[in-house]
């Protein structure tokens, strides 16, 4: 191809600057070094977690950046000793990467890697480099995949090969919300046949979450937002009960122990609020609750009382699903290809590249589950 070992100019939405709208540049994007991938992203969709960054987080530390981390696209050209990827090849990436090696990829207990963004510091690519400039000055990726873009490289131990008859405008939502959410339930809560689940906040990540208690066998799941026009969509991913709190004076968890007689077997936070992450704990039954925290924040610390743990529930947190990527999304993309997970249904708008603050805005009004951005053609 015309464009391996050069320079790729392109488009991309940079976040200069912590809440301001992203503008639409043209970037520099260089060819991957040892180890790297460069990837046309074909598609991206918006996840809250890059409105956490934008919006809620207000450390300049991180800017200016190119967000976008739930996306898929075809690999263009590889870096030296890249041998699992070729370019043609369809990829998701992955913001928690699998390096294979280290201590946590060794074990089944964690999908955690120890040679991530996440332990180099925080939003560049895991050596110490930059990818990605325009007019002059280098550019973070946020979360060592910056999808927001037409071009992004990462390196290949955050990249899933998957199946290439998979259409990348639907299973870019695999790259982070579904997994997330279906994994939660699934691989973190491990709810069980027959239980009791109440799942808060029906974003993509809390309705993948409703969809994985479904398929893990759960009798009743209780769907819970502030926002009821969500409710109709939750029943199509397998909601039996809906709750808004806004319509209770009583504590949500006593609502809640008073509909299941005395709490959930299962609750997941999918909000990133802590007062949420308190009641969905507090909504869980004694002797064996388990509450997961989904919700991305890392602003305030979240408390309850110690007799709500000594009582014997557990309070536990995922991050993506607790898939390991390399494994966990190929999976899942067979298994929408097999029709046994749903992605279509998440996605509620279409939109391009140009249009990634309107998409910011729906997502900031409620108005929207995932709103796919269209880059490039497949
Ligand atoms: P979203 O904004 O689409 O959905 C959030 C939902 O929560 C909305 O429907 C909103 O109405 C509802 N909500 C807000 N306040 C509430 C309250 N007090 N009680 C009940 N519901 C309330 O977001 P999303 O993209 O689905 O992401 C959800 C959360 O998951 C975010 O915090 C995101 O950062 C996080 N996340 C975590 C991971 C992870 O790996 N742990 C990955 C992706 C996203
Ligand atoms: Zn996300």
């Known amino acids: 191809m015309a464009t391996v070992g050069k320079v790729i100019k392109c488009k991309a939405a940079v976040a200069w600057e912590p809440n301001k709208p992203l503008v639409i540049e043209e970037i520099e994007v260089a060819p991957p070094q040892a180890n790297e991938v460069r990837i046309k992203v074909v598609a991206t969709a918006v996840c809250h977690t890059d409105l956490h960054h934008l919006l809620e987080s207000m450390s300049k530390d991180g800017f200016p950046v190119v967000l976008g981390h739930e996306a898929a696209g075809i690999v263009e050209s590889v870096g030296s000793g890249v041998t699992e990827f070729q370019p043609g090849d369809k990829v998701i990436p992955l913001f928690i990467s699998q390096c294979g090696e280290c201590r946590f990829c060794k074990s089944p207990k964690t999908n955690q890697c120890e040679k991530g963004w996440a332990a180099t510091g925080h939003d560049v690519m895991a050596s110490s480099n930059y990818r990605l400039t325009c007019k002059g000055k280098k550019i973070l990726q946020f979360a060592g995949t910056s999808t927001f873009s037409e071009y992004t490289v990462v390196n290949q131990m955050a990249v899933a090969k998957i199946d290439p008859t998979a259409p990348l405008d639907k299973v870019c939502l695999l790259g982070c919300g579904v997994c997330t959410g279906y994994g939660a339930a699934v691989n973190t809560a ?3 046949p027959g239980s009791t689940c109440a799942v808060f906040g029906l974003g993509a990540v809390g309705l993948a979450a409703v969809m994985g208690c479904k398929a893990a ?4 799941i209780i769907a819970v937002d502030i926002n009821p026009e969500k409710f109709e969509k939750a029943k199509v991913f397998g909601a039996t009960d ?3 709190p806004k319509d209770h004076s009583k504590p949500i968890s006593q609502v809640l122990s008073e509909m299941t007689n005395g709490g959930v077997d299962f609750s997941l936070e999918c909000v990133g609020n802590v007062g949420v992450m308190r009641s969905a704990l507090e909504s869980c039954v004694q002797g064996w609750g388990v509450s997961v925290i989904v919700g991305w924040t890392n602003l305030e610390d979240c408390s309850t009382r110690p007799i709500q743990l000594i009582a014997g529930r557990t309070w536990k947190g995922s991050v993506f699903g607790g898939f390991k990527g ?3 999304v190929p999976q899942l993309v067979e298994a929408y290809l097999d029709k046994k997970v749903k992605v279509d249904e998440f996605i509620t708008h279409n939109m391009t ?9 729906l997502m900031k009004q409620g108005k929207c589950i995932r709103t796919v951005l269209h ?3 497949q």
Not at 353 to 361: F, G
């Open 326 to 328: 390399k494994y966990g």
């Open 242 to 244: 809906f709750v808004n």
């Open 353 to 361: 590249l140009d249009q990634v603050n309107d998409a910011i805005e």
């Open 190 to 192: 491990k709810v069980e």
């Open 375 to 377: 880059v490039s053609p």
């Open 217 to 220: 066998g759960a009798k009743k």
